[in-house]
């Protein structure tokens, strides 16, 4: 049953993919054709598994001052194999730098050392009064 209704799917389809005739009157107003071929193999799948190794090593670096904002960070991260090893810095809006020194591993995981450097200043948020 299901292969019945499946060639009627792929019959309609066909028919309603065809171009049809005096509907375009070369006006640039043609209609979208597409078409699909569907094959079915039956029989012994012979599978190879060829397994790819590529050693990972990168190593990238960004940093953004935008004194618009005031948006001041940045970045720098390397590894080289299963070692990652980085750094970031963020400017806070209370005056401080983050600073976030990481390293990960397959025998240690992921560790961080989070470091504040600076003064926090304390803001207060300016009120308007419109009378």
Request: neutral net charge; aromatic residues 8%.
């Amino acid at each position: 049953m299901f292969t019945k209704a499946f060639l009627v799917t792929v019959l309609f389809a066909a028919i309603s993919a065809r171009p049809q005739e005096g509907h375009d009157h070369h006006h640039g107003h043609g209609h979208a054709v597409s078409s699909q071929s569907i094959k079915q193999h039956h029989g012994k799948a012979t599978e190879k598994h060829v397994e790819y190794y590529s050693h990972p090593k990168y190593e990238f670096a960004y940093k953004v001052e935008d004194p618009h904002t005031g948006d001041k960070k940045s970045q720098h991260e390397s590894r080289d194999g299963d070692v990652v090893k980085g750094v970031y810095s963020l400017h806070e809006p209370d005056g401080t730098v983050r600073i976030v020194e990481y390293h990960a591993d397959k025998k240690t995981g992921f560790n961080a050392n989070v470091k504040r450097e600076g003064h926090a200043k304390h803001i207060v948020p300016e009120h308007h009064h419109h009378h």
